[in-house]
């Protein structure tokens, strides 16, 4: 958690040189960033990008930074089409515009987490796993768990898998674009209480990303083809920007209960 030394958490570190070397040289359709030269609507330009115009007007450090933001937002639509989450990214955006570095909380977030959790029913879900451990560990005649079983839990998690969000529905709702993979994650069981017939487990899962961009992800050209990751490397690592990237937190407390088996 809070791992600010990360690669992706870098800003503000590369020259118009450095930039150009790893192939952002058409960045925007609408203002070049180099020149702060605005480029006038052409009706050929797309987010896949095919270069600039001849005609154009200076603009100044700020109007070149609100146009690529607006422009950031703009493009993000188009992985962002449908679902209550879809606002996010957006949020996000202009979020990494004013609040220099601070991290990102929204309730649409912990909710995301909580229904991946909830919704995922595979041999491999953390959820599922836990209540097995559960289970087949309980002593229920003294109504405890016992201590000599905790690695059945640490292996529960360990062996399972963490939620992120890189489903193929995720690719369309905005949550894949908006955290995708996840940075870190805690798995918390806050309290298990049992009585003669059944239990009751509350477990806290606490997740956090990074919304930031490092050297790997804009060589991949998979990523670097869209206009939209390379507006973003460039407000985040150009040393004439440098938007700082930030934390983005989401946690939920979900319940697990079981019943003793004759």
């Given at each position: 958690m809070n791992d600010h030394s990360a690669s992706d958490m870098r800003y503000g570190d590369l020259s118009e040189a450095q930039l150009k070397a790893l192939r952002l040289t058409d960045v925007s359709a609408k203002v070049d960033p180099y020149t702060l030269m605005k480029i006038p609507e052409t009706g050929f330009a797309t987010t896949y990008g095919f270069g600039l115009s001849d005609r154009a007007e200076k603009v100044s450090k700020q109007e070149c930074i609100n146009i690529l933001f607006d422009e950031f937002r703009s493009l993000a639509?188009?992985?962002?089409?449908?679902?209550?989450?879809?606002?996010?990214?957006?949020?996000?955006?202009?979020?990494?515009?004013?609040?220099?570095?601070?991290?990102?909380?929204?309730?649409?977030?912990?909710?995301?987490?909580?229904?991946?959790?909830?919704?995922?029913?595979?041999?491999?879900?953390?959820r599922l796993l836990l209540q097995r451990a559960f289970d087949i560990n309980i002593n229920w005649k003294e109504r405890m768990y016992p201590e000599n079983k905790k690695?059945?839990?640490?292996?529960?998690?360990?062996?399972?898998?963490?939620?992120?969000?890189?489903?193929?529905?995720?690719?369309?709702?905005?949550?894949?674009?908006?955290?995708?993979?996840?940075?870190?994650?805690?798995?918390?069981?806050?309290?298990?209480q049992i009585n003669e017939h059944s239990y009751r487990a509350l477990v806290r899962y606490k997740v956090q990303?990074?919304?930031?961009?490092?050297?790997?992800?804009?060589?991949?050209?998979?990523?670097?083809?869209?206009?939209?990751?390379?507006?973003?490397?460039?407000?985040?690592?150009?040393?004439?920007?440098g938007f700082r990237p930030f934390m983005t937190d989401m946690e939920t407390v979900i319940?697990?209960?079981?019943?003793r088996k004759k």
């Open positions: 639509k188009s992985f962002a089409l449908y679902g209550v989450y879809s606002h996010l990214i957006k949020e996000m955006i202009t979020h990494m515009q004013h609040n220099k570095g601070a991290s990102f909380r929204d309730p649409s977030l912990d909710q995301a987490l909580r229904q991946h959790i909830l919704q995922d029913n595979s041999r491999n879900s953390t690695n059945e839990l640490t292996d529960a998690i360990i062996f399972g898998r963490l939620p992120k969000f890189d489903r193929f529905k995720d690719s369309f709702n905005g949550m894949g674009m908006t955290v995708h993979d996840t940075w870190a994650t805690h798995i918390t069981i806050q309290s298990l990303d990074h919304f930031g961009l490092d050297d790997v992800d804009i060589a991949n050209p998979n990523f670097r083809q869209f206009r939209f990751f390379r507006i973003w490397f460039v407000l985040q690592r150009y040393n004439q920007f319940e697990l209960k079981g019943e």
